[in-house]
């Protein structure tokens, strides 16, 4: 049987280890289950987490094999390759597909039941991939999709307005990439559009909408060029879209998911805004885009479409 407070996570390099402690740390996992290809990597962390347990009481955390998933309601796959300083998402694409083949069969046979939640990059398409690749129903397979990208574009409109983020209603969609894009004609700050209005003293013009996307397209890259890595931020991601599927929430969020029809658009994993809960992705919603959102999705799908040729899954 499944126990929702059993959490694997597949990859315990920087952004695994970051979800690990965003789950350790609010609680939201009973039983975390480490896998990485490199054991002792594993065992270290799950050691080091172990030791925190008398400030946040009784968590088990362990390093394990494919074997020990089968009590897992919800499995992480944050393992791969990161992107290095310069080098975009989509450059990972052929290097982690083939680690990908791998981790589907190993899930597939000893946790054939578990919700998968794909990190690791370029997401849409390793979301797609794992579909093609996992034998569970596609609903069952999601991607964080651009919920970093919109967490980004909410903390600087907020800092922007001077307000707080979460009164910030603003949604990126789209890839996981270069060709995201902001949905303006929908975006407010506490029900007050953004486009054509002052907010508190303050406006937010074409050119000020315009900075703002790119400093949200180039975010990865700048934290990367930094530090080498991006983990912290997608951790509380993930931390909050387990919550949201454990606790069967049905909130609407911008993840990864299978397009067969909504927006016009077929057999393509991108991000548009899906009711989630303990079945994974559900139905999408139906967002009333301007036409130059409508572009910018389909440009995003084109995009994306380019690779899933290239992929060879058939
Ligand atoms: N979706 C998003 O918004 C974000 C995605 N990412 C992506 O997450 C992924 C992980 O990034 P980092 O943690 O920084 O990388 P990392 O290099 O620190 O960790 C990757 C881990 O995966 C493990 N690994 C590699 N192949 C494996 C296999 N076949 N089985 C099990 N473990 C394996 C490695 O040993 C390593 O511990 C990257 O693809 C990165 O681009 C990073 C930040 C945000
Ligand atoms: C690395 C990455 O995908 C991000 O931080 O957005």
Redesign the pocket.
């Known amino acids: 049987m499944l126990h929702p407070h059993t959490i694997g996570i597949v990859g315990t390099g920087q952004v695994g280890m970051a979800t690990a402690y965003a789950l350790f740390q609010q609680r939201i996992a009973n039983e975390l289950i480490l896998i990485d290809r490199d054991r002792a990597r594993a065992e270290g962390e799950a050691m080091d987490l172990m030791h925190a347990q008398g400030y946040v009481g009784r968590r088990r955390v362990r390093a394990g094999d494919y074997s020990d998933l089968a009590r897992a309601q919800i499995v992480i796959v944050t393992a791969g390759v990161?992107?290095r300083p310069g080098e975009s998402?989509l450059e990972l694409l052929q290097r982690n597909v083939a680690v990908f083949h791998e981790i589907a069969e190993q899930l597939d046979r000893h946790a054939p039941e578990a919700l998968l939640l794909i990190a690791s990059?370029p997401?849409d398409l390793l979301t797609y991939a794992m579909e093609q690749l996992s034998s569970r129903p596609r609903h069952r397979v999601i991607g964080t999709g651009t919920m970093?990208?919109t967490t980004r574009l909410r903390t600087l409109l907020a800092e922007h307005f001077q307000v707080d983020p979460r009164s910030v209603h603003a949604l990126i969609l789209g890839e996981?990439g270069d060709s995201e894009f902001a949905v303006w004609s929908q975006a407010n700050i506490g029900g007050t559009p953004i486009r054509g209005h002052t907010i508190l003293g303050k406006r937010c013009d074409r050119s000020c909408r315009d900075a703002l996307l790119a400093q949200v397209r180039g975010?990865?890259g700048a934290?990367?060029e930094c530090k080498g890595?991006?983990n912290w931020?997608?951790g509380l991601v993930i931390a909050h879209l387990v919550r949201t599927i454990q606790e069967d929430q049905g909130s609407v969020l911008p993840i990864t998911s299978r397009l067969d029809g909504a927006y016009g658009l077929h057999d393509i994993c991108l991000s548009i805004p899906v009711r989630v809960g303990i079945e994974g992705a559900g139905a999408p919603l139906p967002l009333p885009l301007d036409d130059e959102e409508r572009a910018a999705l389909a440009h995003s799908a084109e995009v994306l479409r380019g690779f899933i040729e290239g992929l060879g899954l058939g």
């Open positions: 990161a992107q998402r990059n997401v970093l990208d996981h975010a990865a934290i990367i890595y991006t931020a997608i």
